[in-house]
């Protein structure tokens, strides 16, 4: 049998990194994947091909769109979804051989087959070529999540599908409808709305992106209705009927969906249904009964303040324990706990983890929203920046979007920044960093920008968060 440091079971951002960081500090260290590839959903049907999807269908909605008015002319326009699919493809294979190169250059051990608790310290491992036992003297779970569905929902993933289906697509709908106006459902349900398919959004909350500053599921909302998606907001889903009796055959009206609002039901037909209502910890096949560990109410795993289970030694991360799930999230995590297996005192601050969603414009946030400073009485003050007043942007024909920065009223201290605009995934950094080192508005207002750039509207948001000092409105 042979014997480990430390084990990862899951080979996503959270485990990969985490292994890494073992094998720097000088473990012997070992990962599990269950699947052939390595990367996890996020490599594999998640982070990586959406964003692949996302970036094409962007350039072909602009050439539609907006190429005219920047005196590009072209013929016949059209999109071959083949092809798309088909660099997507490209695009996680050359990630995921990433992965598996930086294993070897690591000297991480890798172990494909379902890893499963015998023992605290022993792990079997079930692959094709067989069975295997691997003794380790630190296990990290790290198996990461899968799509949720609704009660009564049967997600047969031809027609009532996940976003696991959806990125694999070989065809445009005809009619998406979106049950979920949560991150991955507006992300894709854009990607399709983006190359012609009619985009229906059902969300049972009264506003998109439930979890964000509701500012920015107002302002998101705006800029995809221009696109054509319709939403149904405040309308619980009751039934969802496949009607072509399991056939594979392209129908128009494949899928029935039936919602309800104030005891008013709305019936929706279309070819595809995308049930995006988030995703629960994955945790089958673990054997975590086998050492006493109990999930909680929500599937997860209980953990302390080091990220360790109920049994010593046994460490979890990522979308298997409480908190947001996202790969960067998780990835702190990984080297979290490797670093305190090492003796270090590592620090995470859950508070500035900054959430993303990748449509067009993208949003971005860190800190506290709006409404959770209100539920704490929290004395703040707001500075905001349209976007349209920023010459960047003009030149880019992005003038959709604003930054919102919230601030201590007494201090100054930056508290929040919520961001909806061109290239806001990059730019929340520089609100993550400021709140790293718990700089005020001042701080930022004062600060050189460069003209003409996005970031200015960082600078004019922290000038009108202090006193109104805003220069360009």
Not at 385 to 394: D, L, N, T, Y
Request: hydrophobic fraction near 40%; glycine fraction near 10%.
């Amino acid at each position: 049998m042979e014997k480990f440091d430390v084990t990862i079971i899951g080979s996503g951002p959270g485990g990969y990194v985490a292994a890494i960081r073992c094998a720097q500090l000088g473990f012997k260290t070992a990962i599990i994947e269950k699947y052939s590839t390595l990367g996890g959903t996020c490599l594999n049907v998640g982070c990586i091909p959406s964003k692949a999807w996302l970036d094409s269908s962007e350039h072909y909605y602009k050439m539609i769109h907006e190429f005219d008015v920047h005196g590009i002319t072209f013929q016949k326009p059209g999109v071959e979804i083949k092809t798309m699919s088909a660099r997507v493809a490209d695009v996680v294979k050359a990630n995921v051989d990433g992965i598996a190169f930086l294993m070897k250059k690591n000297k991480i051990t890798v172990f494909n087959g379902l890893g499963s608790f015998k023992t605290a310290n022993i792990i079997t491992v079930k692959g094709t070529t067989g069975v295997q036992e691997i003794e380790s003297s630190k296990i990290i779970i790290a198996t990461g999540s899968k799509p949720s569905s609704l009660p009564g929902i049967t997600i047969d993933k031809e027609r009532i599908i996940t976003s696991t289906e959806a990125l694999k697509l070989k065809e445009i709908p005809k009619h998406l409808i979106l049950i979920g106006g949560g991150v991955i459902g507006l992300e894709l349900g854009s990607v399709f709305a983006r190359l012609g398919a009619k985009v229906s959004v059902v969300e049972f909350m009264d506003g998109i992106l439930p979890t964000m500053d509701k500012s920015l599921g107002k302002e998101l909302q705006k800029t995809m209705k221009k696109m054509g998606v319709d939403f149904y907001l405040k309308h619980k889903v009751t039934s969802v009927v496949r009607n072509d009796g399991g056939a594979k055959k392209n129908i128009a009206n494949a899928v029935t969906v039936k919602a309800e609002s104030d005891g008013k039901e709305i019936v929706l037909e279309g070819d595809y249904c995308l049930v995006a209502v988030g995703r629960r910890a994955y945790t089958e096949g673990l054997g975590l009964e086998n050492i006493g560990i109990t999930a909680d109410a929500r599937g997860m795993i209980p953990v302390n303040a080091h990220l360790e289970t109920s049994v010593p030694g046994i460490y979890a991360i990522g979308d298997v324990i409480t908190g947001p799930m996202l790969a960067h999230k998780a990835e702190e995590e990984g080297v979290f706990v490797a670093e305190s297996l090492a003796g270090q005192k590592p620090h995470i601050n859950y508070n500035l983890i900054p959430g993303v969603v990748y449509t067009w414009p993208e949003v971005a946030a860190v800190g506290q929203t709006e409404e959770q400073l209100k539920a704490s009485g929290k004395a703040y003050k707001v500075g905001s920046f349209p976007f349209k007043a920023s010459g960047r942007a003009r030149a880019s024909m992005d003038l959709d979007g604003f930054i919102k920065v919230l601030a201590d009223k007494e201090t100054d201290e930056i508290l929040g920044v919520h961001m909806i605009g061109a290239r806001m995934a990059d730019l929340v950094m520089e609100a993550v960093v400021a709140m790293e080192y718990r700089a005020s508005a001042e701080d930022i207002a004062r600060m050189c920008h460069p003209h003409p750039t996005y970031s200015e509207a960082f600078k004019e948001a922290c000038l009108a968060a202090t006193e109104n000092r805003a220069i360009h409105i």
